[in-house]
Nanobody
Framework: QVQLVESGGGLVQAGGSLRLSCAAS????????MGWFRQAPGKEREFVTT????????YYADSVKGRFTISRDNAKNTVYLQMNSLKPEDTAVYYC??????????????????WGQGTQVTVSS
């Protein structure tokens, strides 16, 4: 089992940047595919990005491609989300998640076993 704690959210103006972190407990962090999802008020939780166990493979939603970058440091049990050129439509609660699926990475939220509590990101226009 793994526990996930996100940090780094906040209020930023459009065009600005934020870096989210997700710290994981346990000694098996490198065995999990990791992902970031977000949920805006009144909307379903949606996929943002995912990263393979080694960190080599990544995949992004079209809406964030070229602006967001996911990375992980398995020695620190941490996954990051660097968000640049933020837009008001990026406003949401951002969640990190861990998947035990034996795939390189996955965008399907139903394939993630563990979730953090979320961190609010608000982008003002």
């Amino acid at each position: 089992q793994v526990q996930l704690v996100e940090s780094g959210g906040g209020l930023v103006q459009a065009g600005g940047s934020l870096r989210l972190s997700c710290a994981a407990s346990g000694r098996t962090f490198s065995s999990y595919v990791m992902g970031w999802f977000r949920q805006a008020p009144g909307k379903e939780r949606e996929f943002v990005t995912t990263i393979s166990r080694s960190g080599v493979g990544t995949y992004y939603a079209d809406s964030v491609k070229g602006r967001f970058t996911i990375s992980r440091d398995n020695a620190k049990n941490t996954v990051y989300l660097q968000m640049n050129s933020l837009k008001p439509e990026d406003t949401a609660v951002y969640y990190c998640a861990a998947s035990q699926r034996r795939t390189s990475y996955t965008s399907n939220k139903n394939e993630y076993n563990y979730w953090g509590q979320g961190t609010q990101v608000t982008v003002s226009s």
